[in-house]
């Protein structure tokens, strides 16, 4: 396959905003993309969007990526709508990037619109659950922080990792994102500020989970021999994609020992078998990673994600945040858009909000956020990683997207 | 890019199915898909799965292929959701050819699953309007048969046909219908019977229309080496898929001349785009094609295709009927199936029967419905049309897939 890289990126910020439409966000993000690429509407061969629950807010399914792209100018273009729970964003980048990889296209667009303000939040809570199985989960009730919730008391079980390790990621993310402009939340919070919120489910407080949020996102891929030719922004490579479905963590598996009698885990047993196909695809393992966006719907989730994608040993997460190393000033920054809890999760956008972080990052444009790479010249390899659904206590979706300059 | 071959097609049959679930019906297309391409579950790497209406008619979003295929026993591959109204079986045909002919895997599943039935067809009614743009349409009150009721009385203006022309193309397809098991509608009807049914949208009658369904179809496709090493079923080659947005066609234009005045419209001007592209990347003609599938949601709405697929001049559509020339015994069966009016239209699913048909019809597998090609040893050439959703009066999406042997 082709080498394809992101000519550019582009994103509404993210937040309330009950006047606008699908469709306005949608080209405001667009519009930010094609400028940032240096292209023209004209110069896009196909497109795939991401939306979640439009059929359940607004009524409109089956074609929303027309709806909006024709409200955007386009005409006759392949579109194809495709859906994966809060994965949706890094699905449609992956189909695009597939599409000019094999040859078919030489420039996609991927592009995520969502909005989940409405004047009834019954209305949007229970299209989130829309994203579990509705015939043995939302009807009995299902919740997503609750979910979370269970599975973070077991890694407080497993690990030994306390509430107020937990607070720590919510007070990291919430300062990134305060140094974000796209950001939904851009007021920092200290841990006390974290513990003493109303509690959600324990060990969850509202400060940790990331809120209902309209936005879009999009990026536009295009073959490297393409690239060549326009002007635009530098632009990134797509060094892989990689995307499962579950099992991303088995609830019903009995816990495994605890960590103080296992004090070698260094295998990548442990990784999640998405990221261990990523860096088998990019030729590239966690060490190689100098930035990463990761799905932190609530921000204690970071956690369990570090030993998931190789960045640390399994249980060591809670010390890494500690230390301070996936803080912006760290070696390796996570989510320095804020992530899920404090940038915010437009469901269907979020997975191309942390391609256009990640793309920033590499370019050297992401200002008071900027990471500063392993030598002081910036990040050169960014990954994004994106989860979504739930089935039986499984992740749905993961998907592993590996970015580099 | 690779070929790729269709390995095994399957389908649930359709109708009105009240007590199956859409796990149960996709469980059932995708068995027989499996057992007719002689493969195993493990063997198929990636799945791409359609549907247009669950998030409306039961309320799940999001994760619909997960839902459908975790019952089914798949586990952790790679599966991605596809809406495109009711081309959306053709898109999910389309994703899952490409995942295979770039190389990215070797064998991958699309399937279709859509459960219109319920208790409230009012809440069927608005399910399938929400395949238009449900701000400027759906809600004004926007329906599909009378759209197509608007599109078939201008081309009585233009091209002199007759509310008896369509009859005859219902009356070909319920005829088609009745000799395929899986099949909506097997009762066979006179032109009196059609002429004489209830008004819909004059000049549409019941028995030129397309129902609510419910029912599930399903490919496995596979690259060309690979497919050497299963046994199974004969195999079919993907020669063409092609895929587009609107304008399908542009009531807003000014209707061309009438057909005296313009007596040799020999180009292809008048062909559908995507149908040229699907020629083009196929390296084929209209004159190559011995069976079709197309999009009949309105039976009458196979007269002008044939002109659009260029079977034949503009305006000829209804002689090329009244010769008998598009039913099973004629030069070019066009839906032997029975189509969408007949063999029925559960939206999301109807792409992939319209795949299953020609896989059957190439394979010489379709019975007392088969084509005989043109040396009677069967046809080698088979064409799918499928279009679906509607913005501002244009389809929103249009297909064309090519297969041959």
Same sequence: chains 1, 2.
């Avoid at 905003?17 to 519009?31: I, N, P, R, T």
């Avoid at 809060?86 to 990037?97: D, L, N, Q, V």
């Avoid at 841990?191 to 809120?211: H, N």
């Avoid at 990040?379 to 580099?404: C, D, K």
Wanted: hydrophobic share 40%.
């Amino acid at each position: 396959m082709r080498d394809v890289v992101v000519l550019g990126v582009g994103m509404h910020p993210f937040g309330k905003f009950m006047d606008k439409s699908l469709k306005e966000l949608a080209y405001d993000a667009l519009s930010r993309a094609i400028d940032d690429a240096g292209v023209s509407l004209r110069d896009i061969q196909t497109a795939y969007v991401s939306n979640a629950y439009a059929g359940l807010m607004t009524g409109q399914e089956s074609i929303r990526g027309q709806v909006v792209l024709r409200y955007a100018g386009f005409s006759d273009i392949p579109i194809v709508n495709v859906e994966n729970a809060c994965a949706g964003g890094a699905t449609a980048f992956r189909e695009a990037w597939l599409s000019v990889a094999s040859g078919l296209y030489d420039m996609a667009l991927a592009i995520g619109v969502e909005k989940l303000y409405c004047d009834d939040t019954a209305r949007s809570i229970r299209a989130i659950a829309s994203s579990s199985d509705v015939d043995l989960m939302a009807g009995l009730g299902f919740q997503f922080s609750a979910n979370y919730a269970m599975g973070l008391r077991k890694q407080m079980a497993e690990y030994g990792w306390t509430q107020q390790d937990f607070a720590r990621a919510a007070v990291k993310n919430k300062r990134h994102g305060s140094l974000n402009p796209n950001a939904q939340f851009r007021t920092p919070v200290t841990e006390e500020d974290v513990l003493g919120s109303r509690l959600v489910a324990w060990p969850l407080t509202l400060y940790m989970c990331s809120s209902i949020g309209d936005g879009a996102a999009a990026a536009i891929l295009c073959s490297a021999e393409v690239a060549a030719r326009h002007r635009g922004s530098p632009y990134v490579k797509v060094a892989a994609c990689a995307l499962r479905s579950a099992p991303f963590e088995d609830y019903r598996q009995p816990p495994s020992q605890p960590k103080t009698q296992d004090p070698k885990p260094q295998s990548s047993a442990h990784w999640l078998p998405v990221a261990r196909e990523a860096y088998e695809r990019a030729g590239l393992g966690p060490q190689d990673v100098h930035v990463a966006e990761v799905h932190d719907a609530m921000a204690p989730a970071e956690l369990r994600l570090y030993h998931a994608l190789g960045f640390c040993d399994p249980g060591e997460g809670a010390r890494l945040l500690a230390e301070g190393a996936t803080a912006i000033e760290g070696r390796l920054p996570v989510n320095p858009s804020g992530g899920l809890s404090a940038r915010g999760h437009p469901v269907g956008a979020t997975g191309l909000a942390q391609i256009a972080e990640i793309v920033w990052q590499l370019r050297g444009e992401a200002g008071p956020r900027q990471a500063q790479g392993p030598d002081g010249h910036g990040p050169r390899v960014g990954l994004a990683q994106n989860s979504g659904g739930n089935i039986e206590g499984h992740q749905a979706v993961t998907s592993v997207i590996i970015l580099a300059r």
